[in-house]
């Protein structure tokens, strides 16, 4: 799970918050916040005077004749991590949450954002900017109608609104004699002038072939080849998603914190292939290795970054039918292709397509995981020694795991800020700690680390939950629970083509049972050095049904507010499964190996078989991960793993069913008497 | 399960065939079909001969000036069964299936249906007609573009056309330069004339107190009350399916086949009631018990089924707000509301209020299950003495079924066709026997009953599968395994508005196990005197989530084509789960009371929880039960009663899991050899 958002573009930003619940804010009532109902207003020092841009930003609202601009959270990619250049947001409010949409009037400002970051708001903004606690357009919309007249503009950046979110505003202002406005010039960027961070302009590299499933020309290939059996005939694709062109080209870079990736647009047609970069940060190698001098079919032309909507736009005065992906196309592309001329489905063939990984694509990920998992060892066996001295803490912790999986081959940094969260921190949605507020790890507390790694050949994601001390009964049935819903869900045998929205039930069934739960999601995709959070793959209502050869993290958890927090997230890979009577039937095969908490498991409450699951599980983390810490000379954290992978046995006096009656029977039988 | 349709209305219908996959075509191919190729064609005597009504038909298309005219097989009120006045699809086609449109041009007729009816289709089409075997409205415009020219008309019944269907056909046709042009006098009745049969013109009457859940009064107070807390304050209601006013009035008549219903809508506004139906159906009590003859707010004005469009559309004139459930609300209704005037929801108040039934209807609901398990136990006793002397057939069975349930106080009728299959034909996705085609009952064969009654105070719906001599081991494993999925899923605990989709697959996952699967839906809402298959609660993505006080049927099954089909189905009610930690939960409480075949239960595929389970539910049916066939005589059915549900032990040497294991080690531990 990642920090502030659940997949990997903020567009799943919404079912991320409902899934996990309205979580309730973090107990901040003793922080300092403002204070605007006194004369003056009370403000505390983390306040951002915003009054000089306000006024600016509305010379700018008057020149274009606005009542209002909409000032999303958004970049024009749908990024699940935006960059600082993109953070308008933030800058123009003073509020630095992910989430959170600002609209100005002429006369008022305010901000529209969810119970994660309402103590935050109250401790950033100053009384310029009112803050609103409901999310969604509807809200915004009943707010502008009370506050601006009739015949009014409402101004927005195209490229900052997602086509549905856009419709969503177009359909609540019907009818209401206020008009929605596209400028494409963004307003607040005209006001930020040359304070504005710089765009990132890092080399744009191409991963080596050892590292890729196909090499770019055969991904446009099959792209096109899939153009050509779609019944509409599309003459062209459009990638709007970071993700897609750094996929299709191999190519990577550094734009976006966590994900490898670069400011981009594709037009893949069928007779061109129209790379939109800054062309300065190719190399003359790379430029050599896409072909980029010549003007076949299979030469990647580079256009300009900032030339896209006017060359989609010159394309579609032909006799052309762009393909996009409506998730996470913006506005601004899709309001210059004439609706005839669109061919649209919820994802792109290069979304689809990386959504499975071929056998390179999959041995690479499963590479990547056994490095992983000496990374994460190597910090379990570091806290075993540590936390009991009580100079371990949250942060530093983080620190230190982020710091081994640099020292694997081919790391590329943490695929997220690592959730380092110890006792009731661990309870907290989005927690990450700062070297400024954290709280020491203690053998008295549960601990949850739940990180991951960017690695050439593929993104991890694991979490586990430890307990160094004597965790009580209650903590063992609940880690016990959440494990049972792993293994449940991971051992689960499933028609193929079934949604993952049909079968995560059975991740919940155990927790359900004792009436305990979860409020987040029960995994998402994940891709080969991309996005940790890759869609459309994983196990929500929107998502795609599964396939032999997709990837999915599987992590239920139990939260107990002001108390402890639990989750165990694997890496699976959806294979075939063999059933007793043939079929087309699937299954997971778990990629993480790093062993769960022995001092946290009730073995009274698994049947024989999760215990026989588990073991064959630990047999396969010895298998992978043993020859690698002997490898390396690890040999402490080789006799720590020999250790927490030991076979589990059934504990018989706790077991209340088959075995005890059985015994009795047994018993009764050879006369004895119980 | 119903024979045609998945839901209460045909709206479902889709959906069902879906969820069953695409069903085979029965294997009629010795079967005497028509062939339009030769000269003459080759027609079977099953053919009708349509060119007489088609040629009249056309001449009505010519006055409206239509290029085509589309025939749906829908009534106005989207009912799951249509009356015979409304089968104006299979008389001016002939095809008397229960799904199919017919689309008439001036120069061919078509009809599409899916592939269950395909060779009925051949058998009593006349070659007037093209069959066409795919189904939505995406082909039929398809060919309605070739067929009609430019600038063309196609003429509809806008009381035929639910307002999605519209939607598509409109979508379809856009840009076209073909329209849609609306005409509320049906052309079909106007060239049927005088043959057609006569609307149903039976009493309409009043449940007796003792059957209702609460007064009319007090249910119309109670949807007035949601419509004063609706945010858009609706002024009025308007019902168009033909179970909402039956619910609301609580009253009943016998129009509609298997449903207690009567032609009707309801406008319930803040200050009227407006009855739209055929006044001289009512008697002078009724009219009292309605409160007819006086103006206020609580008393019934009776007006013409005919007029509601009127009526509506100079209602709609005034300062008000129309609240309709959009699903089962047909064009001819929609189309006169200005659209700023509507209030939508997918489901009406009232068919969410329907949905979960108070304490008193519960009640009601649950001893309508007792007597109709004494019909089904008398049933199957007396199957055990006669089908091992060769005279039972399925059709017979079915009549005496049907009788028995006609026996038991407060009995109306069966609530679905019943679907009495022996062997092979159990395996087929819609069968029912008639009195020429039937399979004999035999001790080498299962047997499927599923059926149903309708009682004064309850609709019920039960299928059990018997065998009667020596099951094949798959034939008990597939059993075992369809009836691990009913356990599965009945004492499944989840959280308080869980979507029924979301926990559909455990009635699955002991199937997919072994690579068996179903392809229909797990379950679907019931009443108290109304829909056997009532909306929308269900297990199916377009059901509500589920709530304390619905009724769901619980009904996995097995088919192996060709050979033998499994189905096990009960009703139950949606009850609060007591839970180790506290929290709002939920679980079913099963309340039809028939025990399952013993012959066909494998129980060493049984873990102990569901034998616990299964030996509960049979003390369950011993006092629910055992005391009504008491008192009733019905000794020789107490007495098979007391037989099958005997508590069912473990079979230790089966077991391969903790039992083995622990007897082994048991014995060990005693010192004996094993």
């Not at 915004?140 to 009370?146: A, S």
């Not at 790379?286 to 970054?305: A, F, R």
Request: net charge negative.
């Amino acid at each position: 799970m990642a920090r502030a958002h659940w997949g990997c573009c903020p567009w799943l930003v919404l079912l991320c918050a409902c899934a996990w619940g309205h979580p309730k804010p973090a107990d901040l009532g003793g922080q300092d916040v403002r204070n605007c109902s006194t004369n003056p207003p009370y403000l505390p020092v983390t306040v951002v005077n915003t009054t000089v841009s306000l006024t600016a930003l509305r010379q700018q609202m008057q020149t274009q004749n606005l009542s209002a601009y909409i000032i999303p959270d958004t970049d024009a990619h749908m990024n699940e991590y935006i960059g600082q250049h993109d953070e308008r947001r933030a800058w123009i409010t003073g509020f630095t949450g992910s989430a959170g949409t600002a609209v100005v009037t002429m006369k008022k400002a305010a901000v529209w954002t969810d119970s994660r970051y309402w103590t935050q708001a109250e401790r950033q903004m100053d009384c310029n900017w009112e803050l609103h606690k409901e999310v969604g357009t509807t809200p915004i919309v009943t707010w502008l109608l009370t506050e601006i007249p009739a015949g009014g503009c409402v101004g927005f950046d195209p490229f900052l609104l997602s086509i549905d979110t856009w419709e969503s505003y177009n359909l609540a202002l019907q009818g209401s004699n206020r008009q929605l406005v596209s400028i494409t010039t963004n307003l607040v960027d005209l006001v930020w002038g040359s304070e504005r961070p710089p765009v990132p302009n890092q080399p744009i590299y191409a991963l080596q072939e050892a590292f890729t499933g196909s090499t770019w020309q055969e991904k446009v290939s099959g792209v096109r080849s899939q153009m050509q059996k779609h019944q509409k005939a599309p003459t062209a694709v459009l990638l709007s998603a970071l993700e897609e062109t750094a996929w299709l080209f191999n190519l990577r870079a550094s734009d976006i914190p966590y994900n490898p990736f670069f400011y981009s647009y594709t037009l893949l047609t069928d007779s061109s292939i129209r790379l939109f970069a800054n062309k300065s940060r190719f190399s003359s190698e790379t430029l050599s290795y896409l072909n980029s001098s010549c003007t076949g079919p299979m030469c990647v032309q580079i256009e300009d970054y900032s030339q896209v909507r006017d060359s989609i736009q010159a394309y579609a005065l032909g006799d052309v039918r762009i393909w996009i992906g409506t998730s996470y196309t913006m506005y601004g592309i899709y309001e210059v292709i004439p609706k005839e001329k669109l061919v649209t489905d919820t994802y792109s063939p290069v979304m689809m397509t990386k959504a499975v990984k071929n056998s390179k694509e999959q041995a690479l990920l499963k590479a990547s995981h056994v490095r992983d998992a000496v990374a994460v060892i190597r910090y379990l066996v570091w806290l075993e020694k540590n936390v009991p001295k009580g100079t371990v803490d949250e942060f530093s912790g983080a620190e230190l795991v982020d710091k081994f999986r640099g020292e694997e081959q081919f790391s590329s940094g943490p695929s997220f800020e690592t959730i380092s969260a110890s006792g009731l921190n661990a309870a907290l949605a989005h927690y990450s700690p700062t070297k400024e507020l954290n709280r020491k790890l203690s053998s008295d507390e549960m601990y949850l680390l739940d990180s991951g790694g960017q690695y050439w050949d593929g993104t991890t994601d694991i979490t586990r939950t430890v307990h160094w001390g004597t965790p009580s009964a209650f903590q063992k049935e609940a880690y016990t629970r959440v494990l049972i819903g792993n293994i449940d869900l991971s051992r689960l045998i499933f028609p193929a083509a079934t949604s993952g929205r049909m079968v995560e039930a059975f991740a919940r069934r155990a927790l359900w049972d004792a009436g305990l739960n979860y409020g987040h999601g029960t995994g998402h995709g994940i891709g080969n050095f991309l996005c940790v959070h890759e869609w459309p793959v994983g196990f929500q209502s929107n998502n795609i049904a599964m396939a032999k050869g997709m990837f999915t993290s599987i992590e239920p958890g139990y939260y107990k507010d002001g108390e402890f927090g639990i989750r165990l997230e694997d890496v699976a890979l959806v294979v075939e499964a063999k059933t007793k009577y043939p079929g087309s039937y699937l299954t997971f095969e778990v990629v993480s190996f790093v062993p769960y908490d022995r001092n946290l498991i009730d073995v009274s409450l698994l049947s024989p078989e999760h215990l026989q699951y588990l073991n064959r599980y630990y047999q396969t983390i010895r298998e992978k991960v043993g020859p690698e810490l002997q490898r390396r000379q690890l040999l402490e954290e080789f006799k720590w793993l020999q250790q927490h992978t030991e076979p589990l046995a059934a504990r018989a006096p706790d077991t209340a069913s088959w075995a005890s009656v059985l015994v009795v029977s047994t018993l009764a039988i050879l006369g004895w008497s119980v």
